[in-house]
């Protein structure tokens, strides 16, 4: 079955801790990204990568980081300059010939105190 | 600044009750609106793609309608598996979209 993985389902961190968080697609697509979305809000995007070894900044990129080695795997990770990071993150993958409609995996909740 | 807004922010339906939810956005240069369902604690799941001013798209109890500055989402006949929250985006490039808040629907049997 094709599909997009995120691991843990759930993670607790203390502050001040960089934590990762894993995506990993077998969709073949070339696109992937992260959001992130909280109660009341609509997802907002963090990065994306539209290739390998390429990733752009997208709304929200400060106390994140990601990269992008192979075509199926996008980890982001979680710095600790990120001054709130609790919050639900979701990646997807999109490609040219499913005309960019985006999918999505089954997230990570994120909890750090 | 591109906007997406829909309404309600929640719906509570009996079983059977037909409804829809509105999808209003101001982006120009539209290259796609999607809706999307999402159950709690899950990732949104693909419904619909819409394209242009007039297109319709259906799937069991839903239908998804475009114009020109807005989409619906009608639910007919609901049924309690039916409750979940609905999202809609807009994409204004090949790579990025811009999410409403989200309609909560519950159905109540």
């Known amino acids: 079955d094709g599909g997009i993985t995120q691991s843990p389902k759930y993670l607790f961190r203390k502050e001040g801790q960089n934590v990762t968080l894993s995506c990993e697609q077998n969709?073949?697509?070339?696109?992937m990204y992260w959001y992130r979305q909280d109660p009341g809000q609509g997802l907002r995007l963090i990065y994306y990568?539209?290739?390998?070894?390429?990733?752009q900044k997208g709304d929200i990129a400060e106390g994140y980081s990601v990269s992008r080695e192979k075509k199926e795997s996008f980890p982001l990770t979680v710095t600790s300059a990120q001054k709130n990071p609790t919050a639900f993150y979701l990646c997807?993958?999109?490609?040219?010939?499913?005309?960019?409609?985006?999918?999505f995996g089954p997230g990570t909740r994120l909890t750090v105190t | 600044e591109d906007q997406v807004t829909q309404s309600p922010e929640a719906l509570r339906l009996q079983e059977g009750e037909s409804s829809s939810l509105n999808c209003s956005y101001t982006?120009?240069?539209?290259?796609?609106l999607f809706w999307y369902r999402q159950d709690p604690g899950k990732g949104p799941e693909f419904l619909f793609t819409?394209?242009?001013a007039g297109e319709e798209k259906e799937k069991e109890r839903l239908k998804a309608t475009l114009t020109k500055k807005e989409s619906f989402l009608h639910i007919t006949a609901p049924k309690p598996e039916d409750s979940a929250t609905y999202l809609c985006?807009?994409?204004?490039?090949?790579?990025?979209?811009?999410f409403g808040a989200g309609t909560t629907v519950t159905v109540r049997a």
């Open positions: 997807a993958s999109s490609s040219r010939q499913n005309s960019y409609e985006q999918y």
């Open positions: 969709l073949n697509h070339d696109a």
């Open positions: 990568s539209q290739i390998v070894n390429d990733f």
């Open positions: 982006v120009s240069g539209l290259r796609g």
């Open positions: 819409l394209y242009s």
């Open positions: 985006a807009v994409r204004w490039d090949d790579y990025k979209l811009s």
